[in-house]
């Protein structure tokens, strides 16, 4: 189609740089050739994130890897930004020299 989009990532590891290393490889691949990227980039992201996480479960189990990462993402299609994360990393976004709050960042103490 002629929609222009553009994918941004950062994935920060813990425990060590597998699972932020597979996350890297695999997310926008998944996010790429899920059904909804054209009519729903939300939910494609929603699901990307989910099935980046099983895959990479089955593998440390696979090969007893221990490590874990928190991700953010940005998708811009058209004039949308559309942005999923998991656990502490965020997305900052700078509008006419002013920051833009787009997401209440993940502590311990807030459900």
Not at 18 to 25: F, G, I, L, R
Request: charged share 25%; proline share 3%; glycine share 8%.
């Amino acid at each position: 189609d002629d929609v222009d989009r553009a994918y941004f990532a950062v994935f920060d590891g813990h425990g060590g740089v597998d699972a932020a290393n597979y996350s890297a490889t695999h997310l926008h691949v998944n996010v790429g050739l899920h059904e909804e990227i054209v009519k729903n980039p939300a939910e494609a992201l929603k699901c990307s994130f989910q099935k980046t996480d099983e895959m990479f479960l089955f593998k440390a189990k696979r090969e007893k890897l221990r490590s874990g990462t928190t991700g953010v993402s940005a998708l811009i299609v058209g004039n949308k930004l559309h942005i999923a994360w998991l656990g502490d990393s965020q997305v900052m976004m700078v509008q006419q020299g002013k920051a833009v709050t787009l997401m209440e960042p993940h502590k311990p103490e807030r459900e």
